[in-house]
Every structure is written in structure tokens, then in C-alpha cells.
């Protein structure tokens, strides 16, 4: 037998790799789960009681994901592993990867390198600027009026922001979610993708209609309080154009 022929050769080291990294972006997904559905459940609840019902449901939610635990553990660790492993097995994979023209791939990157730190920028670092003239928002300052300001001030602009990421996020995990299943269950029968991405868009609709309602009420926050809440939007690029 010559040198050439290797039937039972080992796999190398981008198999395991790209095993690893799947692994990591797999496993992370319940947690990105739980987050996304607490955080956009308060949104949602403005198609039954306003601002107010959202801001009691936001800092209900804040418990999980707003604690020093929560916040780095629970978030932010689980959506750097996700997107970091993601990238890197498009790197080492061994097999060619997935186009970026794909839907999954681009609702991923564009979700996880701007519309995320977008909303990061505008809805954590932003508020939280102790110079004069946010001087540090306060969680009670910081409510869903937040929301409403940046929706009267900047209405198109706000409201493609929060409906491309909301919708973004439902259509990666429509897509993402057969991958999942084909390599951790793969004798499970899925609904065909236009029926996933159906659901998806359903479970998302609840968030857009909270949108249309928190638009249409009067902002009830001090004028200098929208002045801050200006100034703590103005902090991303995308509020100053």
C-alpha cells in the first residue's frame, strides 16, 4: 500500500476546530434566548398599557439582565462568545463557508456589528455619561419616555433602528435555529423555511405594533429630561447625521 492511500486518516485540526467553535455558538444561544425574550416582552407590552406597562416590565427584566452577574455572564459573554465563534469558523472551517449574501449571515453581522452596538451606544454607554448634560440618567430616569423622545425627535430614524434589529434578530434565529437542529437533533422535522421565518415575523409583530403605540403618545417627561435624553442619543453617530 503506497503513501497516498489514507482511508482512516484522522481529522485535522480545522474539523476539531470548527467542531469547538460550533459547539460555543450553539451553546450559547439559550441564554441569548432568554435575554432577548425578557427584553423585548416589555416593548410588547405596550399594546396593552402604554409606556407605563413597558417601563414596569423593562425594570422587571433589568433584574436578570442589568445585575453585575447577569449583565456580563448572562448577555454579554453569551453574545461575544456567539458572533466571535461565528466568525472564527468562517475562518478555519475546513468546508466552504456559508456566502455572506445569505440571509443567517447577513442578518448575523449586521445585528452583531452595528445595529447591536448602535443600540448599546444609544441605550447604556449614552445614558450613563456623567458630563453635564446627561449627568448619569438614573434607572428611573430611564424609562420608556427614553424610547418615546428618540421616536418624536427622530421618528424614521428611530423607527427603522428598533424595527431592523427586532426583525434582523427574528429572521437569524428562523434560519439559525434549522442548523441547530440538524446538528444536535437532526431526526426532528422542522416547518419548511418560509413557515420559520413566518413564525419568526409573527413573534416580532407584537414588538413593531408596541413601537406604533409608544409613537403615538405624548411625551411625559420634563423638557429637561428630553434635553439629556437628546444628548444621550447624540452619543451614536447615527443621531447626529
Not at 399594546?47 to 456580563?72: H, I, K, P, V
Request: net charge positive; hydrophobic share 45%; aromatic share 10%.
Amino acid at each position: 500500500m503506497d503513501g497516498t492511500d489514507k482511508p482512516n486518516a484522522a481529522p485535522g485540526w480545522r474539523t476539531h476546530a470548527s467542531s469547538a467553535l460550533t459547539t460555543l455558538a450553539h451553546g450559547s444561544v439559550p441564554f441569548i434566548t432568554t435575554f432577548l425574550f425578557i427584553h423585548l416582552s416589555a416593548p410588547a407590552m405596550a399594546n396593552l398599557g402604554g409606556a407605563s406597562l413597558s417601563s414596569q416590565a423593562m425594570l422587571l427584566g433589568r433584574e436578570y439582565y442589568q445585575t453585575g452577574f447577569g449583565e456580563r455572564y448572562l448577555v454579554f459573554a453569551p453574545l461575544l462568545i456567539h458572533s466571535t465563534s461565528a466568525l472564527l469558523k468562517r475562518l478555519f472551517s475546513p468546508q466552504s463557508p456559508r456566502p455572506l449574501s445569505s440571509a443567517l449571515s447577513a442578518t448575523g453581522y449586521a445585528v452583531a456589528f452595528f445595529f447591536l452596538p448602535v443600540h448599546f451606544i444609544t441605550h447604556r454607554l449614552g445614558p450613563a455619561d456623567p458630563a453635564p448634560p446627561i449627568s448619569s440618567l438614573g434607572p428611573s430616569e430611564l424609562d420608556y419616555e427614553y424610547v418615546k423622545a428618540a421616536l418624536a425627535e427622530w421618528p424614521s430614524r428611530s423607527a427603522m433602528l428598533y424595527s431592523v434589529l427586532a426583525l434582523g434578530v427574528a429572521l437569524h434565529a428562523a434560519d439559525g435555529i434549522k442548523i441547530m437542529w440538524s446538528t444536535w437533533a437532526p431526526n426532528l422535522k422542522l416547518p419548511e423555511r418560509r413557515t420559520r421565518r413566518a413564525l419568526a415575523a409573527a413573534g416580532v409583530l407584537p414588538v413593531l405594533t408596541g413601537l406604533v403605540v409608544l409613537a403615538r403618545e405624548p411625551l411625559l417627561a420634563f423638557a429637561s429630561t428630553v434635553e439629556r435624553y437628546h444628548a444621550a442619543l447624540k452619543h451614536s453617530f447615527v443621531y447626529r447625521l
